[in-house]
């Protein structure tokens, strides 16, 4: 019986000049059809590629394929450092936030949008319009899924925001990550959402009951400005700490969402 692989690729980007991994899970099926519905996920602050395997993505994935509970489609996994998905700086750079972490600031919303999307495009049997495209992640990661859904409705039908780091104010230690407040409302959710003009989605948004940074609060929030302008979308908020044991125990409801 033919297993899903999963293929790990590096892309040399010409936004942040520097080599950029990509973990990619292709289903059991990948060579029996023409094309396949892609998610994008996305990991949070201190993760990379390896969410595919960590949140087990790729084993939910098998099971529910398996048993014709959602249709195949193709995973991708990108690494985009610590940069929260934003173009922070027109030259890559790291920088320090006030408890000495290292930032990395750069063109990472072009990378992802304009190198990886093409190069997956490119490279895999991808449905290449956006009612096969899907984005989604944990975190700071759903946080960036949310920002390059609202930001770029073309590319996308579907977005799931995971425990979404949706902060209701910028913090001074997520300054270094901005550089300047403009760039904090350009890519906040919650503004793109009430001003958007496509609402042509489907929305996944969660966080967990005992979440450290009460992201189910912005979720709520978000999820009413979603409703009122007639979006197609669902918010939950489940039992549960804000962890990587918090997205494994609900990955099968997100990959039912993404594969149906």
Same mark, same amino acid.
């Given at each position: ?15 942040? +000049? ?156 997520? +300054? ?85």
């Amino acid at each position: 019986m033919t297993k899903s692989i999963i293929e790990n690729i590096k892309i040399g980007s010409k936004n942040l +000049k520097k080599k950029m991994n990509v973990s990619v899970y292709l289903p059991s099926d990948y060579n029996e059809k023409d094309s396949f519905p892609t998610l994008y996920f996305h990991h949070g602050r201190n993760g990379n590629e390896n969410i595919l395997i960590e949140a087990e993505l790729n084993t939910v994935a098998d099971k529910l394929i398996a048993k014709q509970k959602i249709n195949s489609m193709i995973i991708v996994c990108p690494n985009l450092d610590n940069a929260r998905g934003l173009n922070s700086s027109l030259e890559y750079k790291e920088v320090k936030d006030p408890l000495g972490r290292i930032i990395n600031n750069g063109m990472y919303e072009d990378y992802f949008i304009n190198e990886v999307i093409k190069e997956i495009d490119n490279k895999y049997k991808t449905i290449k319009n956006r009612n096969g495209r899907y984005i989604g992640g944990a975190s700071v990661g759903g946080y960036i899924a949310l920002h390059n859904a609202f930001r770029h409705p073309h590319l996308f039908s579907k977005v799931g925001g995971h425990m979404p780091a949706i902060e209701l104010q910028l913090e001074e230690e997520d +300054k270094a990550y901005f550089q300047k407040k403009e760039n904090w409302d350009k890519y906040d959710p919650i503004k793109i959402a009430e001003e958007m003009k496509c609402c042509d989605f489907k929305v996944y948004l969660d966080a967990g009951s005992q979440d450290e940074g009460d992201f189910y609060k912005g979720c709520s929030i978000l999820y009413k400005i979603l409703k009122s302008r007639g979006v197609e979308s669902q918010n939950h908020i489940c039992e549960g700490h804000h962890n990587v044991e918090y997205i494994k125990s609900n990955m099968e409801k997100y990959m039912m969402f993404y594969g149906n």
